[in-house]
């Protein structure tokens, strides 16, 4: 499957949104609830013309913006190396925000449900299929975790995004078993997943720093796998 086919999936996740909001809309009440506290409360609103289309706005020149920056990657050949990855990670992204999408209409439709819960499990999985794709990416200016270190070495940026993979898929996990405390939920998960981003920068210092006084191979964290 060639790029262009599998960004077309995530194109036609947005051409559906937009149909879904042009069906929705003569329903939708004038101010449509756009946000919600931590205990899944309504907490802001909307005129209905701006909120059925900025998602679908958004969501497409966010396809746009990905499928073009690799172009102008300094390390467009390393990209080139794990492009099926990063389209797919597009596609995950544009999924999300559709069912982020096509949850604020069906709530403003009648259908109430905690959207709290479903904003935390989106994310909670999406932030686990980063886990699952990291260790899966090569050096580059676009996707990963990328501090001076990890650019400056191949070596560290592998070791670095091993790491980084365990921690974020653990963060999810944590992120989704928070759905059973209610309002907490959301500090369940972004607890977990900004420690899981410290942690992975951090240790990509001291990667590249023992590499630099020659005892790198004591700090590759997949050695013991």
């Known amino acids: 499957m060639r790029s262009v086919q599998r960004l077309s999936v995530a194109a036609g996740l ?15 009440p004038e101010r449509v609830v756009t946000n919600w506290d931590a205990a899944g409360r309504p907490a802001g609103t909307l005129p209905r013309a701006t909120a059925v289309w900025l998602s679908p706005a958004i969501m497409a020149g966010l396809v746009l913006l990905l499928a073009a920056l690799p172009r102008i990657d300094p390390l467009r050949e390393n990209v080139a190396a794990f492009r099926p990855t990063y389209d797919w990670f597009v596609v995950a992204l544009t999924a999300f925000l559709f069912v982020v999408h096509a ?16 904003i935390v ?14 260790p899966r990416t090569e050096r580059n200016w676009l996707m990963g975790i990328r501090t001076p270190w990890t650019l400056s070495s191949d070596a560290v940026w592998d070791r670095t995004h091993r790491l980084g993979g365990r921690l974020f898929k653990l963060a999810a996990l944590v992120g989704l078993a ?6 907490y939920a959301v500090v369940l998960l972004v607890g977990p997943v ?5 942690v992975s920068a951090a240790y990509s210092y001291v990667a590249y720093s023992r590499m630099e006084r020659g005892d790198g191979g004591s700090v590759d964290p997949g050695s013991e796998t």
Not at 178 to 183: P, R, V, Y
């Open 194 to 198: 900004v420690t899981a981003a410290v």
């Open 121 to 134: 499990a989106g994310v909670s999985l999406l932030v686990y299929y980063v886990g699952a794709v990291l």
């Open 14 to 28: 947005v051409l559906i949104a937009a149909a879904l909001s042009a069906f929705a809309a003569p329903s939708l």
């Open 178 to 183: 928070g759905l059973a405390f209610g309002e």
């Open 103 to 118: 949850g604020i209409l069906a709530f403003n439709l009648g259908y109430e449900f905690p959207f709290t819960s479903l």
